[in-house]
């Protein structure tokens, strides 16, 4: 990819594809900045330069409807604070007045369009719209990681309409981070992964089989792989019609030397509730109708001295439930391990992130990814179109 710092900026209008998709409550406030300030350095960097910024995102589904609770508003607002300076707003990102607005921009200057998923061409990514928003600037950088796993206008589409195009700082550091991690780790590498469902990371496990030297596995797709090798985990989440896909990781492992650890114990609990009875249980002494909620502390603690000697740690996906403070416990000792080892760690965006923060280790791994299903899709092989757009 070509970087933003290739690219003479100065007296130029540089278009950047932010995501600033933030958590909102109800009163239309911003819970959550983190993404704001992960874009404050490449901000500053093209003000220092003498660029006229231009910042495009997309907020939450208005399905291609405006609707003033996905307005950008107030990330408009809140970069303004956070950069002491004013972040001009249009209500609109193509037009006559969006153009007006642009060609108004003195350097330095910063203007951010209105949500571009107010127009449904954004997803289907339609020629016409994407050269709409191109004709808005001289030159395209790509920031926003999180969506680059899309082929949408702002994303794709527009490449093809500039005379140049760049990766911002975010998305360089997105992309190295897993390349370093994955293709080019300090051994061994351990891939930590859990979450719901085997069918939501199929691809990427059986891809992370080329690279690691240990996989650990928790979390409700953990139930998958127990049954595929007889272990009736009784009321747990099962997807059946994956049982011999499940069996077949666990053999190409084995085949690959890769050792593959499965959960040993559980967290029971009468039902999916936060104040539900639980108790902890050897894995083939699941009670009927109960369901496993979390791993055990037994296949935590094994899971924590799996991860102590890694040189490079993947994570995504949590081992439980942990969203409920009473079954974070397998999630918690994990996430302590991995804060606390010497090993290089990158833990996937998405609830693999929330985890982090609500565990208390996000200042303590080595980078937290700013999106879930970009890092997964990754995660699978696949390059990303929004960085395949940018060679």
Request: charged letters at 25%.
């Amino acid at each position: 990819m070509k970087s933003i710092r290739d690219i003479a900026v100065d007296n130029k209008t540089v278009f950047v594809r932010v995501d600033y998709n933030l958590p909102m409550d109800d009163e239309g406030n911003i819970t959550d900045d983190n993404r704001i300030l992960a874009t404050l350095d490449m901000i500053r960097y093209l003000r220092d330069k003498g660029a006229r910024l231009i910042l495009a995102s997309h907020l939450g589904r208005p399905n291609g409807v405006r609707d003033d609770k996905f307005s950008l508003l107030p990330a408009a607002s809140r970069l303004s604070e956070l950069l002491e300076t004013q972040v001009q707003f249009v209500d609109d990102c193509i037009g006559q007045t969006v153009k007006e607005r642009v060609s108004a921009l003195e350097n330095g200057q910063i203007l951010m369009l209105e949500n571009l998923r107010f127009y449904n061409e954004e997803k289907k990514n339609d020629p016409t719209f994407a050269a709409s928003l191109a004709e808005l600037c001289d030159v395209y950088v790509n920031n926003a990681f999180a969506v680059s796993h899309r082929d949408q206008a702002s994303v794709t589409g527009i490449t093809t309409h500039v005379k140049e195009a760049a990766a911002g700082f975010l998305l360089e550091k997105e992309v190295r981070s897993y390349y370093d991690s994955v293709e080019n780790p300090k051994r061994p590498l351990v891939a930590v992964i859990g979450g719901a469902k085997v069918s939501s990371k199929l691809a990427a496990l059986e891809n992370m089989l080329n690279f690691v030297d240990r996989m650990v596995i928790g979390g409700a797709m953990a139930n998958t792989f127990l049954k595929s090798q007889g272990v009736d985990t009784k009321g747990s989440m099962i997807e059946s019609d994956l049982l011999d896909t499940a069996a077949d990781i666990i053999r190409k492992a084995g085949e690959k030397g890769i050792e593959l650890l499965l959960p040993m114990d559980l967290v029971a609990a009468a039902a999916f509730d936060k104040d539900a009875s639980y108790r902890v249980v050897a894995c083939n002494e699941m009670p009927d109708e109960w369901m496993a909620l979390d791993i055990g502390p037994k296949t935590a603690k094994s899971y924590a001295e799996a991860i102590a000697d890694a040189g490079t740690i993947v994570w995504n996906g949590p081992m439980g439930v942990f969203e409920m403070e009473r079954f974070r416990n397998g999630t918690q000792i994990v996430a302590d391990a991995i804060a606390g080892s010497r090993g290089f760690s990158v833990v996937g965006g998405g609830d693999t992130g929330l985890a982090a923060k609500i565990c208390g280790i996000a200042d303590k791994v080595s980078y937290i990814s700013t999106g879930g299903g970009a890092f997964l899709h990754m995660m699978e092989g696949k390059k990303l179109p929004g960085v395949a757009a940018l060679e």
